[in-house]
């Protein structure tokens, strides 16, 4: 956890939504509770993209899948592009929604 606060510090240079998504999918590789790492790491991601002035995301249960398979492929190849996109499309529906 401590190296993951260390991170989030270096991540400032970063575009907002960039390092929501960094926090988001760094916090559940951790996995650092029994229960509710997923549903924490999503709180977290809101929080910080709101501290930024963007809206939180939802996934929708229709989302689910492709929001799972993003999240797999950046902690299995540490390439976070696809997750990004995903968090950033789903950004862009909430503004539409509005």
Sequence with gaps: MEKLVLNYENWNN???IIQA????????KINPFVDG???TSRLLMN??????GYNPVI?????RLEYYEAL??????????YFVKLITKLD???????
């Design 14 to 16: 970063f575009h907002p």
């Design 21 to 28: 998504a960094l926090l988001h999918g760094e916090l559940v």
């Design 37 to 39: 790492n997923g549903r």
């Design 47 to 52: 929080l910080d993209l709101m501290n930024h």
């Design 59 to 63: 996934i929708k249960k229709e989302d």
């Design 72 to 81: 797999d492929k950046a902690h299995t190849t540490g390439d976070y592009t």
């Design 92 to 98: 862009i529906e909430i503004l539409s929604c509005k």
